[in-house]
Structures are given as C-alpha cells and as structure tokens.
C-alpha cells in the first residue's frame, strides 16, 4: 500500500506534490526549498547558501518528524545548487553538521541553473523505516 503524506508544519507547497510518498517502509521526501513553515511560498528567502542549506534541512527534519522519522533514517539525498561552484564547499560544512560523521547519507549534488522561489539550494531524500 502506498500512502500520500502532507505534514501540517511543514512549509507551504510550491507546487502540486505530496510532501512525502511511503511505500514498503521506504519514504520518500519531496525536494524541500528554504522556504519558512506558517509563511508564503512569495516570502523572502534568506540571504546566502549557508542560510538556506540549514533551513531546507530543517524543512526535511519537520518532514520526518510528520511521518515519525529523523535524519537517522535517511539512506540518500539529492542536492542542487543554483550556485555549485561559488557555494559547494559553504554548503557541505553545512549540510554535514546535521548528521554524525559516521552516518553520512549516500548523496549526489547536482549545479542547475535555477530552483523554484528563486532558491540557492534544494534538497530531497529517501528514508528507510525500522523494521
């Protein structure tokens, strides 16, 4: 059975998605933006990779934590960055500080040329449920 998870706390939608789909104890999150829960999707980012690399993680946290999970869970994550080169090393300081350096998650970082809502960074991942 798969089930369409939409989290309450976690930021507005930007586009027509679920914010994550469940399927045999894999789940899967849809790419979080820095985009602030309780605000609109039209509100103003904040400045800078660093900035927005830990609010995108705190959004998958919240994420998580709708469907009773952790970043303890996550097997692999998909990065984008509008900015790769100029932003790759900022972003890595950060987005490592969210896991214990023993249990870094499988992870592909891709440069693009643009996000929605005008974003820096993106993320998505897969988490596995305990058993």
Not at 10 to 38: C, N, R, Y
Not at 52 to 81: A, I, P, W, Y
Request: hydrophobic letters at 40%.
């Amino acid at each position: 059975m798969t089930e369409f998870h939409n989290i309450s706390d976690a930021p507005t939608h930007v586009a027509p998605f679920s914010h994550a789909v469940e399927s045999d104890g894999w789940v899967i999150l849809t790419g979080q933006m820095p985009t602030k829960p309780g605000g609109a999707t039209t509100d103003p980012l904040d400045d800078g990779v660093e900035a927005q690399t830990r609010q995108v993680m705190l959004n998958l946290e919240t994420v998580l934590k709708g469907v009773g999970l952790d970043l303890s869970h996550v097997v692999q994550c998909r990065c984008f960055l509008t900015e790769f080169e100029r932003d790759y090393a900022v972003f890595n300081e950060t987005y490592k500080s969210f896991f214990p350096a023993d249990r870094l998650p499988a992870r592909t970082t891709v440069g693009v040329t643009a996000l929605a809502v005008g974003a820096l960074v993106e993320i998505d991942c897969i988490a596995r449920r305990p058993a």
